[in-house]
């Protein structure tokens, strides 16, 4: 039985401390995936860039986050989320100075390549840190605290780097994510602990935590995690990468492309774009963590059905995402921007409880590395969507038929949600 709701609200609150510092973490980690949406036209400028390269640029950095998540989780699960998470944070950093050091297409190519090298233990990493240090009655909550900054990074940051884009040139962009990357690694460095680690962390608290069903850290346990070839047997994996990939397409099409869209198909200049982008992103932050988030776990607090409050909130969320197809008739910036933010605020609704999902059902000590299997399938859909893009977008000058795609790819997200992943439960440990 989880612990007295009311009690907890008098229990010393350090583990906020530390979502807090997660979230900050992929505040930092999107402002250096941003940076390349607003940077187009000056890129074209400097490398003379076309539609179709900035597509693959684009994809670059999923390229590598994608080929690490297996490896990442791995690491994660066997060598803890602190070590991991330090050469992680450092490597990133590097990353963007290299962007805003590249002297042409091939070395700013290599900077992408090499972020996402950089990058790739973040949401694992944070899935399992999440896991050790909250109870599950506030899994959700806690997980949308770091999945809402990624929203919240994107609205504030595509105007923020738009602005320093258009005064000192697109290089003094990528050089300020770099820096805050930089503060971030130093901040993570100095303060992230395990909650067995933690000199600060009081007893009370401890109790609460793993009375409340928290991941346990049992080191000893790290080299025994489930095998690989056993969680890949496993039809929730499955369901859950293909929902997580199908976010994934219609996210990172948004991510990459929306400036861009306004700019070509509704005719808008850019200081006004990174602008107008904000608004989507500013009221998808707020519906991940208010409903993907706080409602998931008051609800879960009052008795509510754990496993049907998730699921409601997974595959309704996913289904509001299908309002992209609306913004394939678009013709006003109103009418586009009102089917991006019905489609972008069910996707973050349906993404902290996704986020949640592996440290619920992944055997002891597993939890990096199932989540890094769902987040490989993301980044596939990361991959193609901004190239899909690219080349449609060069041909017929119209988003339309990538939005359609998006609906589709959607519709077989929700389809895994249902069918495969099922109910949201413990996998049985290997035998």
Same mark, same amino acid.
């Given at each position: 039985?989880?612990?007295? =709701?009311?009690?907890?609200?008098?229990?010393?609150?350090?583990?906020?401390?530390?979502?807090?510092?997660?979230?900050?973490?992929?505040?930092?980690?999107?402002?250096?995936?941003?940076?390349?949406?607003?940077?187009?036209?000056?890129?074209?400028?400097?490398?003379?860039?076309?539609?179709?390269?900035?597509? /693959?640029?684009?994809?670059?950095?999923?390229?590598? /986050?994608?080929?690490?998540?297996?490896?990442?989780?791995? %690491?994660?699960?066997?060598?803890?989320?602190?070590?991991?998470?330090?050469?992680?944070?450092?490597?990133?950093?590097?990353?963007?100075?290299?962007?805003?050091?590249? =002297?042409?297409?091939?070395?700013?190519?290599?900077?992408?390549?090499?972020?996402?090298?950089?990058?790739?233990?973040?949401?694992?990493?944070?899935?399992?840190?999440?896991?050790?240090?909250?109870?599950?009655?506030?899994?959700?909550?806690?997980?949308?605290?770091?999945?809402?900054?990624?929203?919240?990074?994107?609205?504030? *940051?595509?105007?923020?780097?738009?602005?320093?884009?258009?005064?000192?040139?697109?290089?003094?962009?990528?050089?300020?994510?770099?820096?805050?990357?930089?503060?971030?690694?130093?901040?993570?460095?100095?303060?992230?602990?395990?909650?067995?680690?933690?000199? *600060?962390?009081?007893?009370?608290?401890?109790?609460?935590?793993?009375?409340?069903?928290?991941?346990?850290?049992?080191?000893?346990?790290?080299?025994?995690?489930?095998?690989?070839? /056993?969680?890949?047997?496993?039809?929730?994996?499955?369901?859950?990468?293909?929902?997580? *990939?199908?976010?994934?397409?219609?996210?990172?099409?948004?991510?990459?492309?929306?400036?861009?869209?306004?700019?070509?198909?509704?005719?808008?200049?850019?200081?006004?774009?990174?602008?107008?982008?904000?608004?989507?992103?500013?009221?998808?932050?707020?519906?991940?963590?208010?409903?993907?988030?706080?409602?998931?776990?008051?609800?879960?607090?009052?008795?509510?059905?754990?496993?049907?409050?998730?699921?409601?909130? %997974?595959?309704?969320?996913?289904?509001?995402?299908?309002?992209?197809?609306?913004?394939?008739?678009?013709?006003?910036? =109103?009418?586009?921007?009102?089917?991006?933010?019905?489609?972008?605020?069910?996707?973050?609704?349906?993404?902290?409880?996704?986020?949640?999902?592996?440290?619920?059902?992944?055997?002891?000590?597993?939890?990096?590395?199932?989540?890094?299997?769902?987040?490989?399938? *993301?980044?596939?859909?990361?991959?193609?969507?901004?190239?899909? =893009?690219?080349?449609?977008?060069?041909?017929?000058?119209?988003?339309?038929?990538?939005?359609?795609?998006?609906?589709?790819?959607?519709?077989?997200?929700?389809?895994?949600?249902?069918?495969?992943?099922?109910?949201?439960?413990?996998?049985?440990?290997?035998?």
């Amino acid at each position: 039985m989880p612990p007295d =709701t009311r009690q907890s609200s008098q229990k010393p609150r350090r583990r906020w401390r530390i979502a807090l510092l997660l979230g900050f973490g992929v505040l930092v980690n999107f402002f250096d995936r941003v940076n390349l949406s607003v940077s187009q036209d000056a890129l074209h400028a400097s490398f003379g860039l076309s539609l179709i390269a900035f597509g /693959y640029l684009s994809s670059a950095f999923s390229w590598t /986050y994608a080929a690490m998540q297996v490896p990442a989780g791995l %690491l994660l699960d066997r060598f803890g989320v602190k070590t991991i998470g330090r050469l992680s944070m450092f490597l990133w950093s590097l990353a963007t100075f290299g962007a805003a050091l590249s =002297t042409g297409i091939a070395s700013f190519f290599a900077a992408r390549l090499m972020l996402g090298v950089g990058e790739s233990p973040t949401f694992p990493g944070n899935a399992k840190a999440i896991g050790y240090w909250f109870p599950k009655q506030e899994r959700s909550l806690s997980i949308a605290v770091t999945d809402a900054a990624a929203k919240l990074s994107t609205a504030i *940051g595509v105007p923020f780097l738009g602005v320093v884009l258009l005064r000192f040139g697109w290089r003094w962009s990528f050089a300020a994510t770099g820096f805050i990357s930089l503060i971030y690694f130093l901040l993570f460095f100095v303060v992230y602990r395990n909650p067995s680690e933690d000199a *600060g962390l009081s007893p009370e608290e401890m109790r609460y935590i793993r009375e409340g069903g928290a991941q346990p850290e049992d080191r000893s346990h790290a080299e025994r995690g489930a095998p690989l070839g /056993y969680l890949l047997r496993q039809p929730k994996v499955y369901g859950l990468a293909l929902g997580w *990939g199908a976010y994934n397409f219609s996210f990172y099409l948004l991510l990459t492309w929306l400036p861009s869209y306004l700019s070509i198909a509704l005719h808008m200049d850019l200081l006004h774009s990174v602008f107008y982008t904000s608004v989507p992103w500013f009221l998808a932050a707020f519906t991940d963590f208010v409903i993907g988030g706080w409602l998931v776990d008051f609800l879960i607090q009052r008795g509510w059905n754990a496993n049907r409050v998730r699921q409601s909130v %997974l595959i309704g969320g996913t289904a509001f995402g299908l309002g992209i197809l609306g913004a394939a008739t678009a013709h006003s910036t =109103t009418t586009a921007l009102f089917w991006i933010s019905i489609s972008l605020c069910g996707l973050s609704a349906a993404a902290p409880v996704a986020w949640t999902v592996p440290s619920l059902i992944a055997p002891r000590e597993s939890v990096g590395t199932l989540a890094s299997i769902a987040n490989f399938s *993301g980044q596939l859909g990361a991959i193609f969507a901004p190239v899909i =893009t690219g080349y449609i977008v060069a041909a017929t000058r119209s988003f339309a038929s990538a939005f359609v795609i998006a609906t589709v790819v959607l519709l077989l997200g929700i389809a895994g949600y249902g069918l495969l992943l099922g109910r949201i439960e413990l996998i049985p440990e290997p035998a």
